[in-house]
């Protein structure tokens, strides 16, 4: 017999998908373009995943990220990471009262929902760490007291493929933690024409806020009940584990490409971030073809490729392409 929230399940995420097409509409008043992009942080604000953006400067990489927190109206902070930046900038510290001798707890800008890591590998390695215990636990410790941090929240953060002088690469513990690493592109012709329009005016559209912290834990709920069927769960499983093992995959060719497959993480998101795909197109199932959709994202950062790949120019995104095209869709 089905029951009532069987029932209920379709017509909620069609409601919700409604909901999204407005986001998208109120987002372009602003954004040109970056579409992909903006709908990968949309199922990383539904998962509550973390985010790593890359593209060259100018790109708008900070201008959608603070475009995303009005449309939501969800608190926004911004940190611009620098080589002088210590990790109490991030998390806070402890501030001495002098009236009765006591020290008590300041907290930082990570205590928000959208946190904007910007520019995130000009940071030394015990700035980006303190990150750590925020992205995965989703609590902070300053002294002796351990704060969980609001629900829901996300770290966006960007950085520069180009300019390498002065940055710290990401240790693989925290770019793991990223749901998507996604690489924001220059815009067309066409696009950067509209970008110049509406750009060189005085003032720029106001965005409205469409959704309230209301919608966004929600969609959570609505997320468990998405379905996803054992042969997509397989599926899932089969790239994952053809990074890990290619030769059991009739990928052997990809063997001397790959030093490291992708963690059970990738397994995980790519799970939720394909149900969450799902609902972004109005329906209560994931398909194999979500899937594909979100693998490139959710696996380009988790994959180490070996010193010959980079010689051969054999990037991992590269790689992808090659399992997603070789591999038996359910």
Do not use: W
């Not at 995420?13 to 509409?25: C, G, H, K, V, Y």
């Not at 990489?61 to 990790?87: C, G, M, W, Y």
């Not at 959208?114 to 520019?119: N, W």
């Not at 989703?138 to 940055?167: M, W």
Request: proline share 7%; charged share 25%.
């Amino acid at each position: 017999m089905t029951s009532e929230k069987e029932i209920k399940t379709p017509k909620t995420i069609e409601q919700q998908a409604e909901l999204f097409d407005r986001l998208r509409q109120e987002i372009s008043k602003v954004i040109v373009g970056q579409e992909k992009i903006f709908d990968r942080l949309l199922i990383a604000l539904i998962c509550e995943g973390h985010v790593l953006l890359e593209g060259v400067p100018g790109i708008a990489k900070t201008t959608l990220v603070r475009t995303l927190a009005q449309a939501v109206n969800l608190e926004f902070h911004r940190i611009s990471f620098t080589p002088d930046l210590l990790p109490a900038d991030v998390t806070g510290t402890l501030i001495y009262n002098p009236k009765d001798g006591t020290f008590f707890p300041k907290k930082g800008p990570v205590f928000t929902n959208i946190l904007l890591a910007d520019e995130i590998n000009r940071a030394p390695a015990k700035v980006q760490s303190a990150l750590l215990e925020a992205m995965q636990e989703r609590q902070v410790t300053i002294g002796d007291n351990t704060d969980k941090l609001p629900s829901p929240f996300l770290v966006l953060a960007t950085q520069n493929p180009i300019e390498q002088e002065g940055t710290y690469p990401l240790p693989e513990a925290q770019v793991d933690r990223f749901m998507f690493k996604c690489l924001m592109e220059l815009p067309p012709r066409d696009d950067e024409r509209r970008i110049m329009a509406r750009f060189t005016k005085q003032r720029l559209p106001e965005v409205e806020p469409v959704l309230k912290l209301e919608d966004v834990i929600e969609f959570r709920h609505t997320l468990e009940q998405v379905y996803c069927d054992e042969k997509v769960s397989e599926y899932i499983l089969d790239i994952i584990f053809s990074t890990r093992e290619p030769e059991k995959f009739n990928l052997a060719t990809l063997r001397p490409y790959i030093e490291y497959g992708a963690s059970p993480r990738a397994s995980l998101y790519m799970n939720l971030a394909a149900r969450a795909n799902a609902m972004l197109h109005g329906r209560a199932y994931a398909t194999p073809q979500d899937v594909k959709e979100i693998a490139a994202d959710v696996l380009r950062h988790r994959m180490i490729i070996t010193y010959e790949a980079e010689a051969e120019d054999i990037t991992s995104d590269k790689i992808i392409s090659k399992i997603l095209n070789e591999l038996p869709v359910p």
